[in-house]
């Protein structure tokens, strides 16, 4: 079983049956799933992508610079775990909302001593803003994160089962492929079910990723807890 963890949830799937935004029934399902985990006694590092408001890359252009483009997306990630880390405690999980840009009114500065104390005492820590940096996803953020706070996998929620070697929802002879390298999921085109950047710091630096769903219930314990669940990259 593992004892620290990094869960990373993509804005798309925050906002559940909404287009944008978010739909508090996944947060509040979300909530009970990571009080499973820190009840077996693993800590658990949240990261939440903003592309349910804001995604840097496509709202760049048309006299918006990439680098504000960017900015913007990471204060999207911010909302989210404004509003998870509400949600959370509301369903009696401790959880404090940190950020790597500059919010003191809203979110503790993120600092690695703090966050270690926090996961130390049972809290889920929530991690947004990236790392502060633009040209950079909140992919690549939750590898980098994963390696400073010393997690032993990065868990990757997706809405399908884990990689394919094409996508699924165009083809539906694509086979789900339980296990892969590092090498494998940079070099193939096909695979596009995280950031190649992301998956190149989590090669040089032998972190694991495992890409699964977690909208059935118990699914993110089992992965704690070991089971072969979705595509594990390692």
Aim: proline fraction near 4%; glycine fraction near 10%.
């Amino acid at each position: 079983m593992y004892k620290r963890i990094l869960l990373k949830i993509s804005g798309e799937q925050l906002s559940g049956k909404h287009e944008v935004g978010i739909d508090p029934e996944v947060g509040h399902y979300l909530a009970r799933e990571c009080q499973k985990v820190t009840q077996a006694g693993c800590q658990l590092v949240l990261v939440v992508g903003g592309g349910n408001m804001v995604r840097g890359a496509e709202v760049a252009g048309h006299g918006i610079k990439r680098v504000t483009a960017d900015q913007m997306g990471m204060l999207s990630g911010l909302m989210n775990a404004m509003a998870l880390t509400d949600i959370f405690e509301s369903d009696g999980a401790r959880a404090r909302c940190m950020s790597n840009i500059f919010a003191p009114q809203v979110a503790e500065s993120y600092t690695f001593r703090l966050a270690e104390k926090h996961l130390e005492r049972g809290r889920v820590v929530m991690i947004s803003g990236g790392i502060g940096r633009p040209y950079f996803t909140h992919d690549t953020a939750a590898v980098n994160l994963a390696l400073e706070l010393s997690c032993e996998v990065v868990l990757k929620a997706t809405k399908v089962d884990g990689v394919y070697d094409k996508d699924p929802q165009k083809f539906p002879e694509a086979k789900l492929l339980p296990q892969i390298t590092y090498h494998e999921a940079v070099a193939n085109d096909s695979i596009k079910v995280m950031d190649k950047a992301a998956l190149g710091l989590a090669m040089e630096q032998g972190m694991p990723v495992v890409v699964f769903n977690p909208m059935q219930p118990d699914t993110i314990l089992r992965v704690v807890q070991g089971e072969l669940v979705g595509s594990h990259i390692s």
